[in-house]
Nanobody, 126 residues
């Protein structure tokens, strides 16, 4: 049974930082691209960041580029999202996801992801 479990969310003031983690089990993690998405109240789920199987390739949403960094440790079956200079508009539930892919791509499309975590709340106060 595949599981993705996020952790590290919380309440932080604007300008602060958080590090999210996503631990994967039940799959060969190195076969999967990984991504972070977020969903704010009343809005659709949106792409935040993605990383390829090897970790060599990454993609970011324009709104977070330069502030967020995605990374992974395949030995630990874990993907991370380091978030700096947080803004109130970053407030959302953050989800990690895994996409089985034969290529070393950092996948940005929600529909290409096979497995999802339950999400972790990030709240940024002004």
């Amino acid at each position: 049974q595949v599981q993705l479990v996020e952790s590290g969310g919380g309440l932080v003031q604007a300008g602060g930082s958080l590090r999210l983690s996503c631990a994967a089990s039940g799959l060969t993690f190195s076969y999967y691209a990984a991504g972070w998405f977020r969903q704010a109240p009343g809005k659709e789920r949106e792409f935040v960041a993605a990383i390829s199987r090897s970790g060599d390739n990454t993609n970011y949403a324009i709104s977070v580029k330069g502030r967020f960094t995605i990374s992974r440790d395949n030995a630990k079956n874990t993907v991370y999202l380091q978030m700096l200079s947080l803004k109130p508009e970053d407030t959302a539930v953050y989800y990690c996801a895994a996409a089985l892919t034969p290529r070393d791509w950092a996948i940005m499309t929600i529909g290409d992801y096979d497995y999802w975590g339950q999400g972790t709340q990030v709240t940024v106060s002004s």
